[in-house]
């Protein structure tokens, strides 16, 4: 039987964890998938400074569609087998259905956490973790039709008061979605049901490059936002609720953040 | 004007980032608090091993009564100050009421992410982070009070179908509180309102130590659950609403977790 470690990246090639490293090491093949999140084009040269081992890139075809087949032709001749993910690695369906698979075959499979965009973005701009609502990804249109489900979450947690954060989606072709092209599907996604939700004014958080050297945090209304040049994917944004005043000083005094925008917001 | 870093320390002493490790190695004073989780009694001498710099503990009183000075004397003389903090550094308000002072002051603020017990908790569970609502944490009564938050939340979250992450509280006295000690609580609140969220046959998801090598899940009813020995804090929980397929086998086939007490979670 094999040994497959599930290793997290972090969200960043520097956020590899120690303890990834120690376990990349005593590994006998290491991959990588980097079409669930971009990486720096020297993210491979890097994981091999640190660990001394040969890293080769898997596509999701190699995942998803082959069933890991790269993966598990390994681990049934007992190899220990690491796959690099970025983020945390057992987060995203695929990666956990590629565990099920591994533990139904009797291998043993160890999950090393890594720093995930879900917590480090709540972290970074400063909100609180216990108002933030279920999350949503906008998607692109597949064939013309908008998936409603980001405007529906969005709703619901403003109705709650609850903050949500919008992941934004890949395309079939690896194409990571801008917060310019995800603001399009907003307004799109506004015409079409009408709610006020998605309007000219509303406040939204727009985050590029969490844990990269050049991360920016901006705050504008939708309108606004869509003249703001947030540089190279990823990018995120965050729909916030009435405002703390400990989460109005951090976007203001940490995140240089519009006092005036702001104000309208904080919480009576 | 000084330099200070909040440095995620992550969910155990080998879940520092290599990130982490050069920022340590620049900074003039390295100080850790482990008053928000606790640490395995190794943790300062493996930092000095993998930076080389003496690691100074702070208090709770040091950071909030004292509102940081023990770190702002060292930034105003210029110098460059870590501050080392469980899980990722900048979730909880007490770090980020000393990163807006800090900012304020005009000293440089970086915040270097760890791997947070909100994101990591869920993947090694293997239920999606789609499907979680707000996360409360199950406070300790004072002065005899219970707090009904974590009911309210919970009830709330089991009505939009959605999953609730538990947090379990830190006593002023420093004890960390155990899996056992929150179910009582959760009976107590249960006796207290009678909305039929914590009854005897309420499924939860119990884990203890995740990061940690001797980590747990276990999967049980209210009562089941206070017959298992999950072991030394931290311990978290999550009450899970219905399950998705892949959810159910992942506690099936990676956890080892009852088939038949998570069948009839199963969505239908």
């Not at 973790?129 to 969005?154: D, K, Q």
């Not at 050297?213 to 040049?229: A, C, F, M, R, S």
Request: with cysteine.
């Amino acid at each position: 039987m094999g040994k497959l470690y599930l290793i997290g990246l972090g969200i960043y090639p520097t956020y590899l964890t120690l303890q990834g490293v120690e376990a990349l090491k005593s590994c006998d093949f290491v991959f990588l998938e980097d079409y669930t999140s971009p990486t720096p084009s020297w993210c491979l040269e890097y994981i091999k400074n640190v660990s001394g081992k040969n890293v080769v890139k898997v596509s999701r075809k190699d995942l998803e569609d082959n069933e890991g087949r790269i993966i598990f032709e390994k681990l049934e001749k007992g190899c220990k087998v690491a796959l690099l993910v970025p983020g945390d690695p057992a987060i995203a369906t695929t990666h956990n259905v590629l565990r099920i698979e591994a533990c139904r075959r009797g291998h043993e499979v160890t999950v090393i956490h890594g720093v995930s965009i879900l917590s480090s973005v709540i972290s970074l701009v400063g909100l609180s973790p216990y108002r933030f609502g279920p999350a949503v990804t906008i998607t692109y249109p597949r064939m013309n039709v908008y998936s409603l489900r980001p405007y529906e979450v969005v709703k619901d947690n403003l109705e709650r008061n609850l903050h949500t954060l919008l992941l934004l989606d890949v395309s079939d072709d690896g194409k990571f979605m801008t917060i310019s092209e995800a603001l399009k599907i907003l307004r799109a996604l506004e015409e079409k049901i009408r709610g006020k939700i998605f309007t000219e004014d509303r406040v939204i958080i727009g985050i590029a490059r969490v844990g990269f050297p050049d991360t920016k945090v901006h705050v504008d209304t939708l309108t606004g936002l869509e003249n703001y040049d947030f540089g190279e994917p990823p990018h995120v944004m965050i729909i916030p609720a009435k405002l703390h005043f400990i989460e109005y000083e951090v976007l203001v005094h940490v995140h240089k953040c519009s006092d005036k925008l702001l104000r309208e917001l904080l919480m009576k």
